[in-house]
């Protein structure tokens, strides 16, 4: 039988993570998916990633796919696709269903990073076709180039179901609503933020009662809940939908090493059933390694410290490197992970409702309950200055782990400092230049240049625009408010793209003066 | 790790609920009242409910309806869906023609 | 917990435990059933092929299988409130080869001694019956009055009829020991309890061993592996149970439309554990390769699982039912060699008889404990 010294199942973001830092000292190594592309969900996410440049924040995760199989290339690793790995024995042997034969291998170790599958709801008429799980319609437009419906009603409120909201407007398709059963956001504010200033409704305690339709969907009734998740009689509402989208979480892939015997447990903070292991991913049977989803849902920054870390684990488990190598490794990879895991999304915060930023600021619960920041709300944070001439507004409110602002602004105007949770705050002795380049480089789009001094009576407002088409210079149309409310006319003045930005262009519009701090977008008349 | 587990156990008497027709596991059609029903029956583990009813036995393996049923099931039992262990999971992993499972190269 | 004694403790919620607690409780028997797994009928009850059949049968326990064919089965769905899914369609028990054809002969004259209608067919007639057949068929051995049922909903159905008779089922609760008390089995101890009873029927498949080793009591049993794989849905083919001479595989279509199939690879006495009956890695694919030789037709048919059971592999490949006089107050039903769910009602009803009326209405001397001699 043939035998590797490693067999990586899954050629996702962690999969592919653990088989470069294996094959990089010397191993034997083969990595097997069934889907026909690798990279896993990274060729789905075309938003920019947090975190910090070691976790490749800013980048788009498409890229971060590419790169990563660019790396894997160079370091030896194979990988075949169209490969369905549909058992895992005794012994560490596997059958891969590869074309139309099954063919046994086995591994000296094995890395299982299976990843995740989407989470479903029930409600009347859940069965009915154009109900999809989010992760379907990522698939559908960002790898297929395919418009799962024209009108979408979203249900879940995590970074899932917000981002992916988000990618649907981009592929033109209209979000009716965003809809959660849960009191308040779940996801990130700043992705909230996004949508609520391009109009998108925020029904927070309310949930999907009914998909209507016959042999389809045509239309969603949703209704408030009490605080026993009862519907509350009265409180319907309907929309117009052909497509109902669920982002209710993900549930670990770990049937494989349920079947190999692995010690597992069920842990709700993981999203499911996971397998026991140790901190760098070896579970109770010896050789068979985990990491990413599969392990306890996370997301694909994380997914990727957890694969080198399995990957370094393994190599020296069987002799390819020696522990003092491997502790030195792991202690850097564990650094990495422990602040990607800090802030107020961090696992020790889930659940919790935090009322004051780690900097004293209260939290916006506008933010969290309707989606946007309340206008008098956004002056108490660091990222919001008021100074003559051009400047940044940086409506960044939570402590999440990011920091690509800092390092982009060519005159040091923004400081997080050491630790990457903290909110951005403007220096007040440097000068800004208006060069744009934090606007571009704030994955959650919550930078913003200002300059209320442009024109008399009025300011012009730089912010970040991620849809198609562009409009063009000295475009006339509507200033829309953080709650997506059209405020006033407004005039496109300048439209900046660059290489340094990624297809994030900068609009800058003119509004009038009194609107300088309260037009967040831009829709053409 | 086997839990004893006295299946004399008094359940709340049996109330259908509107939405008991609600199909939970698409691929064998079991609708939500059923697999309540089975509680009653004395089917207190998600193996059993699984063997009694074919709930996550058809195409798609349990992936979409596991967690489904097992809300179901310790909203029955009174316990939380923690308490339940998920079922065995069997090779082979995706559905496989016997022609193809057939046709082993080593 | 509740009161730990009963007229009768069943070891082992299995499908013969589960009834011989039911044909107990309906004499009217307060009855306690313990199973170590955390679910009923998680041994052999669930992982098996699901024959209702007579021929091929070893003489000694065809009685058995005679009697419940014909007074159990037919009636069980509606006694049980559970649609056990039995069908009646016969069973065939293919051949390829003159080998096989002889084999099968010598199988059907010794049902046919016992009275049972078995013939001998040709491979026409084999498909006269079931169209589906390849043309390697040659000939069969043929029991219209075989049959399949459903093993998991006869074994839940069972537990299910017998805990609303009064019955307390418990789940979880490992059996180490029995304890005689002024020489009589009268407790059994488990991990964390003891309980007592006036009888013990002792049905733990192949952990009976281990159990009746405590009362000094030996069953020549070993465990060998059987797997099975079942398919996807199929529109309705044919209903007979099929079984070959070659043992190449056993099966059929059920109810609800997937094809059941249980085979060997011819390792099933030397397989491997990690504490679950995992499958090997090359079973499956020789059970598909066998089926597939016989009918062509269901290659496209897709696999959706697999699984693998232990057989309590009696020496003589009959199961020892029968009271222990050595141990009074101790019955013993175990031993079934992997064709138990075909007999268990008739079994489960013998055992009630046995605790009730001190004797049973089929003679059951030959599956007695004390059978084993050496051969000269």
């Known amino acids: 039988m043939k035998r590797y010294d490693l067999i990586v199942v899954g050629a996702g973001p962690s999969g592919l993570s653990a088989a470069i830092e294996a094959a990089k000292k010397g191993m034997n190594v083969i990595v097997f998916d069934e889907n026909a592309k690798p990279g896993g969900q990274l060729f789905k996410q075309i938003h920019k990633f947090f975190g910090s440049k070691e976790h490749k924040a800013k980048i788009r995760g498409f890229k971060i796919g590419e790169d990563l199989l660019k790396e894997a290339e160079d370091a030896g690793v194979q990988v075949v696709l169209n490969a369905t790995v549909i058992g895992l024995y005794l012994d560490k042997e596997i059958t891969v269903r590869i074309g139309d034969e099954i063919r046994h291998y086995k591994g000296d170790a094995i890395i299982v990073a299976t990843g995740a599958s989407e989470n479903m709801v029930t409600f009347d008429g859940w069965t009915l076709p154009g109900v999809i799980g989010a992760g379907a319609a990522q698939t559908m437009m960002n790898l297929h180039g395919v418009q799962p419906g024209k009108k979408v009603l979203m249900l879940g409120s995590g970074n899932v179901g917000l981002v992916v909201s988000y990618q649907l407007m981009q592929a033109g398709c209209e979000v009716a609503a965003l809809v959660d059963a849960a009191p308040r956001i779940g996801g990130y504010g700043v992705h909230a933020a996004k949508l609520a200033r391009c109009g998108v409704p925020f029904y927070l305690s309310h949930t999907i009662v009914k998909a209507e339709g016959e042999d389809r969907v045509t239309g969603v009734t949703i209704a408030k809940v009490d605080q026993n998740w009862q519907t509350v009689p009265g409180s319907e509402k309907y929309f117009d939908a052909d497509t109902i989208c669920l982002a209710v979480g993900l549930s670990p892939m770990s049937q494989l090493l349920k079947m190999a015997g692995c010690e597992m447990e069920d842990n709700p903070k993981k999203g499911g059933q996971v397998p026991l292991c140790d901190k760098y991913g070896e579970t109770s049977v010896k050789g068979i390694f985990v990491a990413g989803d599969v392990s306890g849902i996370e997301e694909a920054s994380s997914a990727m410290i957890e694969g080198r870390m399995a990957g370094t684990a393994a190599a020296c488990e069987l002799g390819f490197m020696n522990e003092k190598e491997r502790d030195e490794k792991l202690a850097a990879l564990e650094e990495a992970l422990e602040s990607l895991r800090q802030g107020m999304f961090g696992p020790e915060n889930k659940g919790k409702l935090l009322k004051k930023t780690d900097e004293g600021c209260d939290i916006s619960m506008n933010l969290l309950e309707n989606g946007y920041l309340g206008e008098e709300e956004v002056k108490q944070y660091p990222g919001v200055t008021k100074t003559i001439g051009i400047h940044p507004v940086m409506e960044c409110t939570q402590n999440i782990p990011c920091n690509p602002c800092q390092d982009a602004c060519p005159k040091n105007c923004i400081k997080i400092g050491e630790n990457i949770t903290s909110l951005p705050a403007v220096d007040p002795d440097a000068q800004c230049i208006g060069c744009g380049m934090c606007v571009a480089a704030c994955s959650g789009q919550a930078i913003f240049l200002v300059n209320e001094q442009f024109e008399k009576d009025y300011a012009s407002v730089t912010l970040p625009y991620e849809f198609l088409p562009l409009p063009e210079k000295g475009a006339e149309g509507k200033a829309l408010d953080r709650s997506g409310n059209e405020v006033c006319r407004a005039e496109v003045v300048e439209i900046k793209t660059s290489k340094a930005f990624d297809h994030t262009n900068l609009l800058t519009i003119k509004v009038p003066v009194d609107m300088a701090m309260k037009a967040r977008f831009f829709r053409a008349s | 790790m086997n839990t004893i587990n006295d299946r004399s156990k008094i359940l709340k008497e049996f109330v259908p609920a509107n939405d008991d027709d609600m199909i939970i596991c698409r691929c064998e059609e079991i609708t939500k009242g059923e697999i309540r029903r089975a509680v009653h029956d004395g089917m207190f583990t998600l193996t059993e409910i699984r063997r009694y009813l074919r709930t996550g036995m058809g195409l798609c393996q349990g992936q979409t309806c596991s967690k489904l049923v097992r809300g179901i099931v310790a909203r029955e039992l009174g316990v939380s869906p923690a308490e339940l262990e998920p079922a065995t999971s069997r090779a082979p992993m995706r559905p496989t023609e016997m022609r193809v499972l057939g046709k082993e190269v080593r | ?376």
């Open chain 3, 1 to 376: 917990m509740g009161n730990r004694c009963a007229d009768v403790i069943v070891i082992g919620g299995g499908i013969i435990g589960n009834a011989a607690a039911y044909y107990l409780a309906k004499r009217g028997c307060s009855v306690i059933v313990l199973e170590k797994s955390d679910h009923l009928g998680d041994g052999g009850s669930s992982r098996n092929g699901g024959g209702v059949r007579q021929s091929g049968r070893d003489k000694r326990e065809l009685p058995l299988a005679m009697y419940g064919i014909k007074n159990l089965w037919p009636t069980l769905s509606e006694e049980l409130e559970t649609d056990v899914e039995y069908c009646q369609d016969g069973n065939l028990r293919l051949g390829k080869t003159e080998e096989h054809m002889k084999i099968l002969s010598g199988l059907a004259e010794n049902a046919q001694s016992c009275g049972l209608d078995v013939r001998m067919i040709s491979g026409e007639e084999v498909r006269d019956i079931c169209p589906y057949l390849s043309d390697e068929v040659i000939g069969a051995s043929w029991c219209p009055t075989d049959g399949h049922a459903n093993p998991m909903l006869a074994t839940l159905g069972f537990y299910k009829k017998a805990r609303e008779l009064g019955v307390r089922f418990i789940t979880g609760e490992e059996v180490t020991a029995i304890r005689k008390i002024r020489g009589k089995a009268r407790q059994v101890i488990t991990k964390e309890n003891v309980y007592e009873g006036e009888n013990i029927i002792l049905a733990a498949g192949l952990k009976s061993r281990e159990i009746a080793d405590t009362v000094g009591v030996d069953i020549p049993m070993q465990p060998a592996l059987l797997e099975c794989l079942v398919t996807e849905a199929e529109p309705e083919m044919f209903g007979q149970m099929l079984g070959t001479a070659e043992a190449d595989f056993y099966g059929h279509q059920t109810k609800h439309g997937s094809f059941v199939f249980g085979g060997s690879s011819n390792f099933e006495g030397f397989n491997k554990d990690n504490g679950t009956p995992v499958n090997s890695s090359i079973t499956a694919s020789c059970i598909c390769r066998g089926i597939m030789k016989y009918f062509p037709s269901l290659s496209d048919a897709k696999i959706v699982r697999t699984w693998a059971g232990w057989m309590d592999l009696c020496a003589d490949k009959v199961p020892v039912i029968s009271k222990m006089e050595e141990v009074p107050g101790l019955i013993l039903a175990c031993g079934f060699s992997g064709h138990g769910f075909g007999i268990a009602p008739a079994v489960g009803e013998q055992l009630s008889e046995m605790v009730v009326d001190g004797s049973t209405a089929l003679d059951l001397t030959a599956l007695r404990y004390d059978r084993f001699q050496a051969k000269i």
